[in-house]
């Protein structure tokens, strides 16, 4: 069967939200030291080249609220009281003034009691409370006040009653007065634990066209009535003292009666005790605006004030377990308008996109992280970057060899005894044909035709790049070079030399082995020290652990060792650099020369101190320095690692970095 609900806003027709520039603006951030929590939430705060997000919602918000106390005060019904009993009053002296068959003595008290009103609005209206008008015009006016003020009253507690009862006749205050007197005993019955749900029920088939909002239980009704009550306290304690003393004078004539006041306060702490959570207590600063704001109408500005601070709140998401869900679309959009309504719905569309993507996961401890689907993207487009840089420079990372097994090279050469590579039938066959004309009557097939295919062998490489996560590295914005660098080799390995074993070692005070997420997603740390020994510790372990591979040894950094680790297992950290932190990084790199490895240092900085050291160090184990700009480093990272062991071809030749990079089945991979 099917379900129908009404149409909530937004283009039915629009495609699917798109995530890629989401994605894009998030890897960049998670590059930049955000987590992927972190990267998200800034992009739905940020939002994108065709699409608001939070702040600007946010904004509009405060904007809003700003206009709405700047541009209104609270003294409107008094304003319009004044204007009321000044109308009565000058009607009144005109009359007196025409009414020449009025006894001189009676015309000439009622004009000095006119004249004599007090200043006070809501003392003069008492004052003439018993005054025996004598003209229409002017009575008028005067039970405009009344009217108006009763009015106002029930339009701070039920929206929309100021104008429902304009004109209203006796019989309609009758009414509104037993909806009052029914609501009350009510809430009282229901205080008190006493109330069955048929109740609520006969009492909104008898008095629900007073409530817009279709309460469908009394839960439902006490939370619009407790809202719009608390905003209606608020705007009294939002006055000024005289302002209030003159409303709580003026209120006892609403309807020319205090019946009216009596249920109403009634109702208000009934509401107080049923609802205390509610503001009760809070006030706002309203300016000088010309727009005067009568008590229904102020009301429903305060109203609206508590909206925009709840949006406000949501659309900050700075509280724990911030979802974009939370964000009230009704709220928003009579606040800013169905537009600002579709923009935030939007955002949680995107935001529900993002996390069902694949892109993003939640580890065991909660955190939100990039999938590996994610971070093949994100080494993609690094390696996009490298490619670029690399065109027109030498290297080349496989060795072919003739006779082992792999790929196969496309020539073949005589069977030898213990080969196991595939026959060459084309030409095994052919060296047969060859060898009869030559010798009629001979076998078919011997074993001197034999050929068999040559394949191409790769060399297998354990490969440990130690980066620097020190102090320095995050102060003088080698973070994200690093990172990028990090996640651009790991991609290549990966996807093109799975063969080879990569290690990730970060050292700053001490050294530690990571996966790539969790150094992608690392804090800058400052923490001074720069603990190479502890790197290189774990750097030989890792070529221990592959003694049939080619160790090839990686070291990123931008400051001399200053910290290593004693045989306790405590980090001794010393500046300058110690004699033994000194001594005891040359030990654990000579004993990665002894097990084969070919070393590079990347030196960044300019410290002239720094190169003379890392130079020497180079020049011990036979190693190589390459001192790259930070935007340089992962080409110059990759490219050592292309060419660290085979020599180097020339650039746009076969084999060269041109022809690699841009091979269909790289990118496709």
């Given amino acids: 069967m099917a379900r129908y609900q009404r149409y909530d806003g937004g283009d039915p027709l629009a495609p699917p939200v798109d995530i890629a520039e989401a994605l894009d603006a998030i890897g960049n951030d998670v590059m930049a030291g955000y987590s992927p929590e972190r990267a998200m939430r800034e992009f739905l705060r940020r939002g994108g080249s065709d699409q608001a997000g939070?702040?600007?919602?946010?904004?509009?918000?405060?904007?809003?609220?700003?206009?709405?106390?700047?541009?209104?005060n609270l003294d409107g019904t008094l304003r319009e009281v004044r204007e009321l009993l000044e109308k009565a009053v000058l009607e009144e002296r005109k009359q007196l003034a025409r009414d020449a068959m009025m006894d001189d003595g009676d015309r000439a008290f009622r004009e000095m009691r006119l004249q004599n009103l007090p200043d006070s609005p809501a003392a003069a209206v008492t004052e003439l409370g018993d005054y025996d008008w004598q003209s229409s015009e002017a009575r008028e006016a005067f039970e405009q006040i009344k009217d108006l003020l009763g009015r106002e009253l029930l339009d701070q507690r039920f929206s929309g009653m100021k104008q429902a009862l304009e004109n209203a006749t006796d019989e309609d205050r009758q009414a509104i007065n037993e909806m009052l007197s029914d609501l009350n005993d009510l809430l009282e019955k229901h205080a008190a634990g006493q109330d069955t749900p048929e109740d609520f029920q006969d009492f909104m088939a008898k008095h629900g066209q007073h409530f817009p909002e279709n309460p469908q239980t009394i839960d439902e009704l006490l939370d619009a009535?407790?809202?719009?009550?608390?905003?209606?306290?608020?705007?009294?304690?939002?006055?000024?003292?005289?302002?209030?003393?003159?409303?709580?004078?003026?209120?006892?004539?609403?309807?020319?009666?205090?019946?009216?006041?009596?249920?109403?306060?009634?109702?208000?702490?009934?509401?107080?005790g049923l609802r205390p959570g509610e503001d009760w207590g809070g006030s706002e600063q309203f300016g000088e605006g010309g727009n005067g704001l009568g008590l229904g109408d102020g009301t429903g500005v305060l109203q609206d004030l508590a909206d925009l601070d709840a949006l406000a709140d949501q659309l900050?998401?700075?509280?724990?377990?911030?979802?974009?869900?939370?964000?009230?679309?009704?709220k928003l959009a009579r606040q800013l308008g169905n537009e600002a309504a579709v923009d935030a719905r939007k955002l949680q569309e995107l935001e529900q996109a993002l996390r069902q993507s694949g892109a993003m996961e939640r580890s065991f401890d909660g955190e939100l992280r990039l999938t590996p689907k994610a971070m093949r993207q994100l080494g993609k487009a690094l390696l996009?970057?490298?490619?670029?840089?690399?065109?027109?420079?030498?290297?080349?990372?496989?060795?072919?060899?003739?006779?082992?097994?792999?790929?196969l090279s496309g020539a073949s050469r005589p069977w030898a005894?213990?080969?196991?590579?595939?026959?060459?039938?084309?030409?095994?066959?052919?060296?047969?044909?060859?060898?009869?004309?030559?010798?009629?009557?001979?076998?078919?097939?011997?074993?001197?035709?034999?050929?068999?295919?040559?394949?191409?062998?790769?060399?297998?490489?354990?490969?440990?790049?130690?980066?620097?996560?020190?102090?320095?590295?995050?102060?003088?914005?080698?973070?994200?070079?690093?990172?990028?660098?990090?996640?651009?080799?790991?991609?290549?390995?990966?996807?093109?030399?799975?063969?080879?074993?990569?290690?990730?070692?970060?050292?700053?005070r001490h050294a530690q082995t990571m996966q790539i997420e969790e150094l992608t997603a690392l804090d800058a740390r400052w923490a001074k020290g720069t603990n190479l020994h502890h790197a290189l510790l774990l750097a030989n372990r890792h070529f221990r652990k592959h003694p049939n591979a080619q160790p090839v040894l990686l070291i990123v950094t931008d400051g001399e060792p200053t910290s290593h680790l004693e045989?306790?297992?405590?980090?001794?950290?010393?500046?300058?650099?110690?004699?033994?932190?000194?001594?005891?990084?040359?030990?654990?790199?000579?004993?990665?020369?002894?097990?084969?490895?070919?070393?590079?240092?990347?030196?960044?900085?300019?410290?002239?101190?720094?190169?003379?050291?890392?130079?020497?160090?180079?020049?011990?184990?036979?190693g190589s320095v390459i001192a790259p700009e930070e935007g340089d480093l992962g080409a110059a990272v990759v490219g050592s690692y292309l060419g660290s062991r085979h020599g180097a071809r020339a650039a746009g030749g076969p084999g060269s970095y041109r022809d690699f990079f841009g091979s269909r089945g790289f990118w496709a991979g």
Wanted: hydrophobic share 40%; net charge negative.
């Fill in 567 to 622: 045989s306790s297992g405590d980090v001794f950290f010393a500046y300058p650099p110690h004699p033994m932190t000194i001594a005891l990084a040359v030990r654990e790199l000579d004993n990665a020369r002894r097990l084969g490895a070919q070393t590079t240092f990347f030196r960044l900085g300019e410290d002239p101190g720094l190169a003379r050291f890392i130079e020497s160090m180079a020049r011990r184990v036979d």
């Fill in 225 to 272: 009535l407790a809202q719009r009550s608390a905003a209606a306290q608020r705007m009294l304690n939002s006055m000024t003292p005289e302002q209030r003393a003159e409303l709580m004078q003026l209120s006892a004539q609403a309807f020319g009666s205090p019946a009216l006041m009596d249920q109403l306060n009634r109702l208000d702490q009934s509401l107080m």
């Fill in 54 to 72: 939070l702040d600007d919602l946010a904004r509009r918000v405060a904007e809003r609220r700003r206009d709405l106390l700047q541009r209104n």
């Fill in 384 to 407: 996009r970057d490298v490619a670029t840089k690399l065109s027109g420079r030498q290297g080349q990372r496989d060795l072919r060899q003739a006779g082992a097994a792999g790929d």
């Fill in 316 to 330: 900050s998401q700075s509280y724990g377990g911030a979802r974009l869900d939370d964000v009230d679309l009704d």
């Fill in 417 to 508: 005894f213990g080969d196991t590579e595939p026959w060459d039938i084309p030409r095994t066959m052919l060296n047969g044909v060859l060898r009869r004309s030559g010798e009629p009557g001979g076998p078919m097939l011997s074993i001197d035709d034999v050929e068999v295919s040559e394949t191409e062998a790769r060399t297998q490489a354990a490969v440990a790049l130690c980066v620097d996560t020190s102090f320095s590295m995050a102060m003088d914005g080698r973070w994200v070079p690093m990172k990028q660098t990090a996640l651009a080799l790991h991609t290549l390995i990966g996807s093109r030399f799975r063969g080879d074993s990569l290690e990730l070692i970060g050292f700053g």
